[in-house]
T-cell receptor, first 113, second 114 residues
Framework: QKEVEQNSGPLSVPEGAIASLNCTYS??????FFWYRQYSGKSPELIMS??SNGDKEDGRFTAQLNKASQYVSLLIRDSQPSDSATYLC?????????????WGLGTSLAVNP | DAGVIQSPRHEVTEMGQEVTLRCKPI?????LFWYRQTMMRGLELLIY????????DSGMPEDRFSAKMPNASFSTLKIQPSEPRDSAVYFC????????????FGQGTRLTVV
């Protein structure tokens, strides 16, 4: 069973702090990893994609990938109340004859002013 | 571009009725995905099309579910007959290249079957 696991939270951080969101996956040969943000009642939107080991930075967001340990994380620096949302991890995994995106259930983040 | 457009936004129907959800992908995108989202199971891929051809429908829960993509700008997801356990938010998404590029989601259809 291919899986993507996330801590459901809620993760609560004060405004201005660093929020750290983690995701583990079961397929060793996965090559593509995505972090989406979903506000309550809205659709998911892409925050970051990462394909190689190491860090990838985009503004206040940093994605970290460690394929040997099979985890991918998302760091949000200087967290703002507007970052309060559910963060979904998605991993491109082998599924028989095709590859498909497998999604975690998401981590709920609350940034307190 | 207006993004991925789904209709209706909300649908309430009685058990046993047919439900049809509609999606217009972003122009130029080659891949279209239908997802279902529930609290318990999260986002589940139901089916995806590449260049209008169904590639993987292994996520379609039962024969009651069917999807079509008659052309590059339109897709439907049909449930017949509907059951209360089908109640969920159904998202359509499109992307340029299958699974390795950003998927853009529509606003979703909230389906309630009573």
């Amino acid at each position: 069973q291919k899986e993507v696991e996330q801590n459901s939270g809620p993760l609560s951080v004060p405004e201005g702090a660093i929020a750290s969101l983690n995701c583990t996956y079961s397929d060793r040969v996965s090559q593509s990893f995505f972090w989406y943000r979903q506000y309550s009642g809205k659709s998911p939107e892409l925050i970051m994609s990462i394909y190689s080991n190491g860090d990838k930075e985009d503004g206040r967001f940093t994605a970290q990938l460690n394929k040997a340990s099979q985890y991918v994380s998302l760091l949000i620096r200087d967290s703002q109340p507007s970052d309060s949302a559910t963060y979904l991890c998605a991993v491109n995994m082998d599924a028989g004859n095709n590859r498909k995106l497998i999604w975690g259930l998401g981590t709920s983040l609350a940034v307190n002013p | 571009d207006a993004g991925v457009i789904q209709s209706p936004r909300h649908e309430v129907t009685e058990m046993g009725q047919e439900v049809t959800l509609r999606c217009k992908p972003i122009s130029g995108h080659n891949s279209l995905f239908w997802y279902r989202q529930t609290m318990m199971r999260g986002l589940e891929l139901l089916i995806y099309f590449n260049n209008n051809v169904p590639i993987d429908d292994s996520g379609m829960p039962e024969d009651r579910f069917s999807a079509k993509m008659p052309n590059a700008s339109f897709s439907t997801l049909k449930i017949q007959p509907s059951e209360p356990r089908d109640s969920a938010v159904y998202f359509c998404a499109s992307s340029l290249l299958e699974m390795n590029t950003e998927a853009f989601f529509g606003q979703g259809t909230r389906l309630t079957v009573v």
